[in-house]
């Protein structure tokens, strides 16, 4: 009973946590959470979301890496808990890879690609089969 109690005070300080250093809303950090995104995150019965803590973390660890802004380069600094560290790592991997595999990331690059295929054919007075394939239209 005692872990499942600091369990529900910690998941409103590391979602803070997370919602700072991710700069998302507590809406995107759910969606976030359902994908896999966050490491510890769980659903209980009850629909509620909860986050482990790494261990040997305290509160104190938190707002004190949140102060430092350690939490932008944490591989450098050993000062904090190694499971911090470790865990911001793991969250911070996830998320750039989420972000360069997001549908919309993917969509602006194949836009990029088809407007310098446009460019190209434009110079060079005709449109090559990469080019018409760039551009969508085989």
Not at 39 to 46: C, Q, S
């Amino acid at each position: 009973m005692l872990a499942s109690v600091q369990l529900k005070e910690m998941t409103p300080l590391l979602e803070n946590f997370l919602m700072r250093i991710l700069r998302c809303s507590q809406r995107t950090l759910r969606r976030r959470m359902a994908a896999g995104l966050i490491a510890g995150a769980y659903r209980t019965k009850g629909g509620h979301w909860r986050i482990k803590k790494p261990s040997g973390v305290t509160k104190e660890n938190l707002s004190q890496f949140l102060r430092s802004g350690a939490w932008r380069f944490p591989v450098e600094n050993k000062s904090f808990p190694p499971a911090l560290i470790a865990w911001c790592n793991r969250i911070q991997e996830n998320e750039s890879l989420f972000s360069d595999n997001h549908p919309f990331r993917r969509m602006q690059r194949q836009r990029i690609r088809a407007e310098a295929a446009q460019r190209q054919a434009d110079e060079a007075g005709y449109y090559t089969l990469d080019d018409l394939e760039n551009l969508g239209a085989i």
